[in-house]
């Protein structure tokens, strides 16, 4: 089974700042790899697919990068909305997903 | 606009059984692969189950083969979970989510859209 690993488990910032967020995983995943975002009482929402593919309505703050075994979730400047747990994701074998990462308000 | 909506949640007692429904809409459900994602209160996500577009091809997770199993109704776009011998360890929020592409471009193994979830409490 691949292991997804995230880091920091907690980022705490401030409105404004730059979130950088980091998915890594115990063997190559080539660019199979999806972020989301869920916030508390609902569902996930799907962020980014295929490593750096921003899905269908969302804004180009959110934007990721990485291949291999080493991926990047970049919110660009938080905003209020944004506060929340990220999950990476793989889906070259089987579907794992990493711990996530809460982001929460300094 | 695309709609899943779960239901057939509750409180059950370990080695009982429960049936889950999936009830879509907004899009052509045939097209697509669906899933069941499960997440216990304040943990992370798990994959539950996959079935393919037209209910051929199924997969299970290690902790739930054997005991559950994913069925689909395409006439009446409906996705369901039937689970069996159940544990406090299957305590969670059950999503359905979809697939993020139709069959005919190749099934992706990511989500694009999700359930609200229902909730199964195993517990005496």
């Known amino acids: 089974e691949i292991v997804l690993t995230q880091s920091p488990g907690t980022l705490s910032l401030s409105p404004g700042e730059r979130a950088t967020l980091s998915c890594r995983a115990s063997q190559s995943l080539s660019d199979s790899l999806t972020w989301y975002q869920q916030k508390p009482g609902q569902a996930p929402r799907l962020l980014i697919y295929d490593t750096s593919n921003r899905a269908t309505g969302i804004p180009d703050k959110f934007s990721g990068s990485g291949s291999g075994t080493d991926f990047t979730l970049t919110i660009s400047r938080l905003e209020p909305e944004d506060f929340a747990v990220y999950y990476c994701q793989q889906y070259v074998t089987s579907l794992t997903f990493g711990p996530g990462t809460k982001v929460d308000i300094k | ?124």
């Not at chain 2, 009830?23 to 994602?37: A, K, L």
């Not at chain 2, 091809?57 to 409906?78: L, M, W």
Request: aromatic share 16%.
């Open chain 2, 1 to 124: 606009e695309v709609q899943l909506v779960e239901s057939g949640g509750g409180l059950v007692q370990p080695g009982g059984s429960l049936r889950l429904s999936c009830e879509v809409s907004g899009f052509t459900f045939n097209d697509y692969d669906m899933y069941w994602v499960r997440q216990v209160p304040g943990k992370g996500l798990e994959w539950v189950s996959t079935i393919s577009w037209n209910g051929v091809d199924k997969d299970y997770a290690d902790p739930v083969k054997g005991r559950f199993t994913i069925s689909r109704d395409n006439a009446r776009n409906s996705l369901s979970l039937q689970m069996t011998s159940l544990s406090p360890a299957d305590t969670a929020f059950y999503y359905c989510a979809r697939d993020g592409l139709p069959y005919y471009f190749d099934p992706t193994g990511y989500f694009d859209f999700w359930g609200r979830g229902t909730l199964v409490t195993v517990s005496s």
